[in-house]
């Protein structure tokens, strides 16, 4: 929710359904539909392209109800992840948030325990 | 019957701390009535789901954070791999009815991975709740479920598609293999796969054994998880949890 002009936001697992995180008042947003809109999309592209699959790497609809952007990120276990985050219309930079969503997917595989304080 | 969860909710109302064997294959971890793993035969171990990408090597670490200072796997890999095995596990386990045997409580006992991160139990058997609903949502048949995976020779369209999961899953299939049995060979988690499996079953890419007696009742949907556990006398289940400690 750092993003500005981030309204919701939430990390799905896409095969499992299973929602890992939430933001700002995002407990009330149905995950189902989202991880099917992106499903559908990978479906209906990978059928249309002349190789037959596909790889997203952002998804981006603009609605009434401001920009959604939806992130696979590759897990090595339970995976993808998906990060979806909608933001306003006015108030937010597609291109900021979308650097924001590619930074967050690299800590996704990077994060490591804090060093041990000495004792 | 009572199920397995309603005796979990009773030790998180407790704030338990230790392990409750309640089957002869299950096992649950809880840390002051928060669940910190659980155990289930049926389901990949977290050492499988690292194995099976070649995370995990020998000999095996002893705590989490050696797992991660040995480099094979980062914190947040590992996070989500305990969540989606725990997820897993609860999923098989929870509904299960009580074991006839008196399950065994052991005060104080911890699971190597458990600690770093706390599940409510009010949140697994919600989780477990969706996930039922979703996997009858896919396809309410569950002749599938327990049978070997077997691929239809000629699919009924001229055009299919597949996610990544699914085409695992028919590569692997040798129409010996049960869902199950797949999920630990490709280090999957039993539930995504049987999702797969559904949802192939309803795309009619996979062989239905023929069950003449079953089909004649309607398509047995799994019960649904009641989302608030029965109503529980504290004082009895204080003095369960006590005689279960008691026991030799």
Redesign the interface.
């Not at chain 1, 995976?79 to 967050?104: C, E, F, K, M, W």
């Given at each position: 929710m750092d993003i500005p002009g981030a309204l919701d936001a939430l990390v799905l697992?896409q095969?499992?359904?299973?929602v890992?995180a939430t933001g700002g008042g995002s407990k009330e947003l149905d995950a189902?539909p989202l991880g099917e809109v992106l499903?559908v999309t990978m479906?209906a592209l990978?059928?249309a392209s002349t190789r037959g699959t596909i790889r997203i790497d952002d998804m981006i609809v603009v609605s009434d109800q401001g920009y959604h952007l939806f992130r696979p990120v590759d897990?090595?276990?339970?995976?993808p992840?998906v990060i979806y985050v909608r933001l306003d219309l006015a108030r937010s930079n597609l291109a900021l948030a979308r650097r924001h969503l590619q930074t967050i997917s690299g800590?996704?595989?990077?994060?490591?325990?804090p060093p041990s304080t000495p004792s | 019957m009572a199920a397995i969860h309603t005796l979990l909710t009773g030790l998180a109302r407790e704030r338990a701390t230790g392990s409750l064997s309640v089957t002869p294959s299950g096992k649950v971890f809880v840390d002051d009535g928060r669940v910190t793993f659980l155990e289930c035969a049926g389901t990949p171990t977290v050492e499988r789901l690292l194995t099976a990408r070649g995370r995990l090597g020998s000999p095996r670490p002893d705590t989490p954070r050696a797992l991660v200072d040995g480099g094979t796997v980062t914190k947040a890999e590992l996070q989500f791999c305990v969540v989606g095995a725990v997820l897993d596990a609860a999923y098989f386990l929870l509904p299960a009815p009580m074991p006839t045997a008196r399950p065994k409580f052991r005060p104080g006992e911890r699971h190597w991975l458990g600690g770093q991160w706390g599940f409510e139990v009010a949140w697994l058997i919600r989780e477990c709740t969706r996930r039922r609903a979703a996997l009858a949502q896919t396809w309410p048949v569950d002749e599938l479920d327990g049978v070997p995976v077997t691929p239809v020779a000629r699919p009924p369209a001229q055009r299919v598609t597949l996610s990544a999961l699914e085409w695992q899953i028919l590569v692997s299939a040798d129409q010996v293999s049960t869902p199950a049995e797949l999920a630990e060979r490709l280090g999957q988690p039993a539930y995504t796969v049987l999702l797969a499996v559904r949802r192939m079953g309803s795309a009619g890419l996979l062989t239905v054994p023929r069950l003449p007696l079953r089909r004649r009742h309607p398509p047995e949907r799994p019960e649904p998880v009641p989302r608030a556990a029965p109503t529980v006398d504290l004082s009895v289940l204080a003095a369960v949890k006590k005689a279960l400690e008691e026991l030799p």
């Amino acid at each position: 929710m750092d993003i500005p002009g981030a309204l919701d936001a939430l990390v799905l697992d896409q095969l499992s359904g299973t929602v890992m995180a939430t933001g700002g008042g995002s407990k009330e947003l149905d995950a189902e539909p989202l991880g099917e809109v992106l499903r559908v999309t990978m479906d209906a592209l990978a059928q249309a392209s002349t190789r037959g699959t596909i790889r997203i790497d952002d998804m981006i609809v603009v609605s009434d109800q401001g920009y959604h952007l939806f992130r696979p990120v590759d897990m090595p276990f339970d995976g993808p992840l998906v990060i979806y985050v909608r933001l306003d219309l006015a108030r937010s930079n597609l291109a900021l948030a979308r650097r924001h969503l590619q930074t967050i997917s690299g800590q996704l595989g990077r994060e490591t325990w804090p060093p041990s304080t000495p004792s | 019957m009572a199920a397995i969860h309603t005796l979990l909710t009773g030790l998180a109302r407790e704030r338990a701390t230790g392990s409750l064997s309640v089957t002869p294959s299950g096992k649950v971890f809880v840390d002051d009535g928060r669940v910190t793993f659980l155990e289930c035969a049926g389901t990949p171990t977290v050492e499988r789901l690292l194995t099976a990408r070649g995370r995990l090597g020998s000999p095996r670490p002893d705590t989490p954070r050696a797992l991660v200072d040995g480099g094979t796997v980062t914190k947040a890999e590992l996070q989500f791999c305990v969540v989606g095995a725990v997820l897993d596990a609860a999923y098989f386990l929870l509904p299960a009815p009580m074991p006839t045997a008196r399950p065994k409580f052991r005060p104080g006992e911890r699971h190597w991975l458990g600690g770093q991160w706390g599940f409510e139990v009010a949140w697994l058997i919600r989780e477990c709740t969706r996930r039922r609903a979703a996997l009858a949502q896919t396809w309410p048949v569950d002749e599938l479920d327990g049978v070997p995976v077997t691929p239809v020779a000629r699919p009924p369209a001229q055009r299919v598609t597949l996610s990544a999961l699914e085409w695992q899953i028919l590569v692997s299939a040798d129409q010996v293999s049960t869902p199950a049995e797949l999920a630990e060979r490709l280090g999957q988690p039993a539930y995504t796969v049987l999702l797969a499996v559904r949802r192939m079953g309803s795309a009619g890419l996979l062989t239905v054994p023929r069950l003449p007696l079953r089909r004649r009742h309607p398509p047995e949907r799994p019960e649904p998880v009641p989302r608030a556990a029965p109503t529980v006398d504290l004082s009895v289940l204080a003095a369960v949890k006590k005689a279960l400690e008691e026991l030799p």
